[in-house]
């Protein structure tokens, strides 16, 4: 089983950008990635890989997750970027970002050359996790196997723009709902899809960047939806954007308060009373009722929520 680790924010950081780099070692996300991938011209890639092991050795990055995109696997640079980072950084890596994934094979390959670096590094084999992009048609299509490929797959990630494009959308605007289509929300079915798939498998769903940096309710709206669906955290293409997700994709503490109050009640009415279902505050409270309750009191704790006052019996 993969390891939790909150991505309530996960911050996008060019590896070819020094001063980007630097920057982001200060920017309280709970994770950020190097990108080799889309954020690098093709001229510059191989510096990238060198200054993307070399920031990660370097540290300055506290707690948050740390994570490299590598190049998609129809590009010549994908075998080079794992290796390369692996064999330099690999100690202070975390995950590496699959983009354009469209077949599990995909993910599969990247586990077996993991594993052989691991090895030829002296490092834990398994250690290093997955996530994996879904970018097009294909990738949706094959969701559900791509979210089964491996163990060491942690999260499934909503590419936007390439969904867009592979789906021929008549819109020039990332995440915008395309000019008349004027009923519902164009994106509901690819956003529930990766959701249902990342927790069939016990991964999380992160949703893909809001590109509007100047515009902050741009980016409320676009989070605030796919928070409301259940997803664990948003991609972040600048600094402003991160205390807004950490926020959204985090239960308020009155939430967090009741759920541990129906958490506590539960306990109580099954260990001691020995019934199956409790009364609190005028509700009915059952098994369902603690899984919702679990759901939102995990999230909480990951965002360092604590308990605002003592425990109350039902």
Known sequence: MAPFRSRRSVLAVPASNPRFVDKARGIASDAFFLDLEDAVAPSEKERARDAAAAALTEGGWGARVRTVRVNALDTPWTYRDV????????????????????????????????????????????????????????????????????????????????????????????????????VGDAYHYVLFRILTAARANGLQAIDGPELKVRDPEAFRASAGRTAALGYDGKWTVHPSQVEAANGIYSPGQEEFDRAERILDAYEHATSVERRGAVMLDGEMLDEASRKMALVVSAKGRAAGLTRSGPPEDA
């Open 83 to 182: 290796a390369a980072v692996v064999e330099r950084a690999g100690a202070d890596l975390d995950c590496l970002v699959l983009p354009k994934v469209t077949d599990p094979v995909h993910v599969q390959w990247l586990d077996l050359l993991l594993t052989q670096v691991e090895r030829a590094c002296g490092l834990e084999a398994g250690r290093i996790g997955i996530e994996a992009q879904i970018e097009d048609a294909r990738g949706l299509s094959a969701v559900d196997a791509i979210a089964a490929a491996s163990p060491r797959l942690e999260t499934l990630v909503y590419g936007p723009a390439d969904f867009m494009a592979s789906m021929n959308m008549r819109s020039l605007e990332v995440g915008a709902q395309p000019p008349g289509y004027d």
